[in-house]
């Protein structure tokens, strides 16, 4: 079974200071993991994933995230947070397997504020 | 590159009614999902297509939702009869290839209202 978890249901950040989203897995095997943005009334958005290798990847609007292995974590973040990243984050997980399936946390709404 | 279409955007029906989806995949995409996000909740795979045969529909309540994709292209998604509780955004996203790593695109969802 694979399972993803966002403990956080909010963020609020001011406009310019760190913004963190967390997210925390649970699966047998090695992990594939995913971040999406979702901004109202649209379809979810890629940001960036993990494969294998760095541990630290960047994706798209200058997001980046740290896989961690020892803490089955990987978290969101962006050094500078825009009032336009206000917007629900979710985390996903997929395992290599026969399935394939894309397992999606409960998402975080995050809020960014001039 | 166009993205994923969906459609009708909104639909409300009222229960015991039946409704359909639609869905267009990235072109080349072999791989075809059909999720449903109930408000407050993250989406929930209900199927997973691989060209035009089914690998995954073990969330799929089939007493009344069917999908079916001919030509390994188009899907549509249908609900008969619909109930409360399928009230939902539900989302088509497509993925080039059927792999671990692969990420999925998405379409822009069909918000369902059952009243």
């Known amino acids: 079974a694979q399972s993803v978890a966002q403990p956080e249901d909010q963020v609020n950040v001011a406009e310019g200071n760190p913004l963190t989203v967390k997210c925390t897995y649970s699966?047998?095997?090695?992990?594939?993991l995913f971040w999406y943005v979702q901004y109202p009334n649209r379809g979810l958005q890629f940001l960036l994933k993990y494969i294998t290798g760095d541990n630290l990847v960047k994706g798209s609007y200058g997001f980046e995230a740290e896989f961690n292995k020892s803490q089955t974590s990987f978290h969101l973040k962006k050094p500078s947070a825009l009032v336009s990243d206000s917007a629900l984050y979710f985390c996903a997980v997929r395992v290599f397997s026969n399935d394939y399936k894309l397992s999606f946390g409960a998402g975080t709404t995050v809020t960014v504020r001039a | 590159e166009a993205g994923v279409a969906q459609s009708p955007r909104y639909k409300i029906i009222e229960k015991r009614q039946s409704v359909a989806f639609w869905c267009n995949p990235i072109?080349?995409?072999?791989?075809l999902y059909w999720y449903q996000q109930i408000l407050g909740q993250g989406p929930k795979l209900l199927i997973q297509?691989?060209?035009?045969?089914?690998?995954?529909d073990s969330q799929l309540p089939k007493d009344r939702f069917s999908a079916e994709r001919l030509k390994g292209v188009d899907s549509t998604l249908k609900i008969q009869p619909a109930k409360l509780e399928d009230s939902a955004v539900y989302l088509c996203a497509s993925s080039l290839v059927r792999t671990g790593g692969t990420e999925a695109f998405f379409g822009q969802g069909t918000r369902l209202t059952v009243v």
């Open positions: 699966v047998s095997g090695n992990p594939y």
């Open positions: 072109s080349g995409h072999a791989t």
């Open positions: 297509f691989q060209n035009n045969g089914v690998v995954d």
